[in-house]
């Protein structure tokens, strides 16, 4: 089932060249008569319009380093980003196969050395271990191996095809599905066939978008199914975004951005058949996982990676002219953050913890330039603008809605998360969030002072306590808790242990772990 290589796995014939033919045999075949990366590129890669060009006279280094630009798709009337899914066209990304030097090997073909560079490459993880070749290049072998299994996931492949077969990508979406995680798979059938029944008790004031003249409601992340969150299709997320309400949706997958730039080119085709409105947009965003946590990065143009210091990820953010929110502002150390770095805004999210130590980062006059907004981060269609952001924008243009968010234009919308907060301030609830809270106060100016002690960009201390009073104030571990106080088992019965404490230089991160004890001193960044 897995033929010429993971890359195959995830082709469209919409971006195929027209002498590409799905078969058994490698599409691309590499051979010793080809002396150097320059011709390579000049007669296998482009198609005369790839703005990524290479001189003769360079290297595969040079071309390693060659900067993005504009690339005009297979497709009729589709423009494509760098780096889109150059898989999907059958075409090789040269920074995903550093290592393909024919000329030290003329024996092996760049399928065979793509294989190796796309099952292995840390350029393409997700939570710095999900590598999606990988993955499918896994359950591949897991079928071919189990008969039993292997019919279980036809069984789901063919239910999820059914449900979505009057969309133009059912085939290609049912294909990328059940070469994911099998668990997303099933969750999203499961979504499909219970959500709707859900939101139908739910009152139409939790779950409508409603929106007057000059405004647009946008739901600031949902996840793709390029993403291993998700195995939402994409078509059927944005018909349903349409038909709720929302003018416009942020793709923002784990560390990547391709998902999002696919989105494009759906949305791109459904308006062009009329299914979507005109003015109906969908924004490239990618949530990056930094060192210190996670950023919601919107309006990128090119992929940000993932585990550099968060003060390197917000340049990298804002050098592109993309803006940087904060997607947990109520964890630990996260009101600090907030307050020191140049965040363009925070996501309020659901949950007592993070829900209380939000509300209280709305009441501070200093952050009152940095908008509080709202994404559903759903991974299922069904859910996509529960809750939603609205933006006071003239139109949905992309430069409209980013110079609204810029000037704080914009503000949580829908009645999602009410609940939420209401039981966040009555009584008792109220007084025992109050309460905890003060320890994560005092948590948050604890690493405020070694940060000025100390000089560095950022600090993370993390303490025995911190988990276990967050669980607390969570109120789903609050039973589990004081049952731990009793029996004795309780981390708050010692006094706080430091975990982990990491200072941010720049690029570097100095970090301390009490597991073994370690030291590391680690380092990412793209020049």
Known sequence: MLVGGPARLWASPDYLPESAQ?????????????????????????????????????????????PPGDLVGQAPDIACRYPIDIGRQWRMAPEFSPSFLPEFDPGRNWDEWSYDDYVNSSWLQQRGWANPYRIAAQEVQQMNEDDDLALKRVALATAYWWTRRQYEDAELETLEAVLGRPQYLCRDLLADLVAPRLLALLPDSLTEVTSGEGMVPIDLRVASNTSFDSAAAMEKMLLR????????????????????????????????????????????????????????????????????????????????????????????????????????GYLIQAGLFEMFRTLQVLYEPALVGKPALYGSNTTYSEAVGIPYTMIEADDTSEESLRQALVEGRAYAAGAMYLPWMIAATIKPIGKIETTLNSYFVAHDEGERRFLALLG??????????????????????????????????SPLLELPQIEELALEYSYFQLKYSSSGPTYSLSARCVW
């Open 22 to 66: 799905i078969s058994a045999q490698p599409v691309i075949d590499i051979t010793s008569r080809y002396a150097s990366w320059h011709e390579i590129i000049r007669e296998q890669l482009p198609a005369p319009d790839w703005a990524v060009s290479v001189e003769p006279e360079s290297d595969w280094q040079s071309l390693y380093r060659a």
């Open 241 to 344: 975004a349409a038909q709720r309400g929302l003018k416009a949706v942020v793709i923002a997958d784990r560390n990547r951005i391709d998902g999002a730039q696919r989105a494009q080119q759906t949305a791109a085709r459904l308006r062009a058949q009329g299914k979507l409105p005109a003015d109906f947009r969908v924004i490239v965003g990618e949530y990056v996982d930094t060192t210190s946590g996670g950023v919601l990065a919107l309006f990128v143009r090119t992929w940000v990676p993932e585990q550099m210091t968060m003060k390197k990820t917000l340049e990298m953010i804002h050098d592109q002219g993309a803006l940087a929110i904060m997607a947990h502002p109520g964890v630990a150390g996260g009101p600090r953050m907030l307050r020191q770095m140049p965040f363009d």
């Open 456 to 489: 560095a960009d950022n600090v993370k201390i993390r303490l025995s306590w911190d988990r276990e009073l967050q669980g607390w104030m969570g109120m789903d571990r609050l039973a589990e808790g004081m049952a731990r106080l009793a029996n004795g088992t």
